[in-house]
């Protein structure tokens, strides 16, 4: 583990994704600051009599889950000295990771910890300490901990700065019988800058549910959008945004529009979308070879960016694609293989063409910080929705206050 902080301020070269991925030079050389371990008393060695537990009991999730907590409550008692846990899981623990009753021991460790405010970082043996690519491993690591410590590390480009973009994502939860008994909102404010990253989270029974679908009332979606806007102005002395962008995956139903619209009267501009990952449709790239007429079938993929309206208020965008971008004077797609399939935007509310909610959309797909992929299929508002839900739903308790995204990264 501490030859994982001295690996972080070395020099790696890539080995895979050699077109986008570029060396990592260090991690002070990219943040401007350096990452150090804690001190000796900042760490807990679980003992080699938990791997006998746990191979005898019928739960070993149960008696990972019992002995990491304890380690953390330990290290409580130092919490002034370290910024982010980092906690190593060893192969040989596989088994325990999850269960057949739902347990996950990522979202056990991130929700328990996420109350307290601490930021934690799972290292896998199969994962940090020894993956080939240590170009890689750096860059993941490297970011995931500077983001987790506070920093931002990248930001949305052209965009006004005055713009606000709000991702709604629920969480069902359900009686022994199977009904649902109450629902879980988590509203994520993302502003230009990147900075904030906060959701708010908590627990209501006025919904209406059409299958797995939950959608508010209109004093619920009121409430929600009331305390996004909050939120964003609580970062920004008080200053609502010029213009706010809301995603959800779910359609938007007349009482969820009116509910924004009440809450966002002070805001000029309000867009409202859903946005569809999982979509029949598909688009292949024609083009006219030199010296030919005819059409035919291009050897790539359209570019990534594409979009096609479906009718006045629906469109096909291609988050995937080729991004020539990346290699100048050549094509580049970054999933290798496969015809890429569009994502389907819908507008409820807002006005305009459509070039804005595309760029948008665009940019957030690049927002995750947590990995270093070239970019996601789904904007970050919603790509990181149905963990985030997942996740809230085992938090013990959730406070009416703001989370920070990093401490369920």
Known sequence: MRGLFNELEQRHSPRERKEYLVEFPGFRSIFGVKVVPASRDGHVVIPESVNAEMEKSSQPHTVLAKVLTEAINRLSAFRNDYDVLLIALPDRWKKAFESDDGFDLHDYVKAINASRGLPTQFIKETGALFYSCRASVMWRLGIALYCKAGGVPWKLADVDPDTAFIGISYALRYTPEGAVKFITCCSQVFDADGAGLEFLAYETNDVKTEGD??????????????????????????????????????????????????????????????????????????????????????????????????????????????????????????????????????????????????????????????NDALYDSMPITLGYAAKLARTVRNMPTIAARPYEFRLFM
């Open 213 to 370: 679908n939950p959608f508010l009332s209109r004093s619920e979606m009121r409430r929600v959008m009331a305390r996004s806007l909050s939120l964003y102005q609580r970062r920004h002395g008080g200053k609502s945004p010029k213009r706010i962008t809301v995603h959800k995956t779910t359609e938007f139903k007349s009482e969820e529009v009116e509910g924004c619209f009440d809450a966002l009267s002070a805001v000029s501009e309000v867009d409202l979308y859903q946005i569809l990952e999982d979509t029949p449709w598909r688009g292949m790239l024609f083009d006219v070879p030199a010296g030919q007429t005819k059409p035919t079938a291009a050897m790539y993929p359209c570019e990534r960016g594409t979009y096609m309206p479906l009718g006045d208020r629906e469109i096909l965008l291609w988050t995937q694609g080729d991004a020539p971008e990346v290699t100048p004077g050549k094509h580049f797609y970054k999933e290798g293989k496969g015809i890429p399939h569009p994502i389907i935007l819908k507008r409820f509310a807002g006005h305009g063409g459509w070039d804005f909610p595309v760029r948008s959309v665009l940019g957030l797909s690049k927002m995750n910080w947590n």
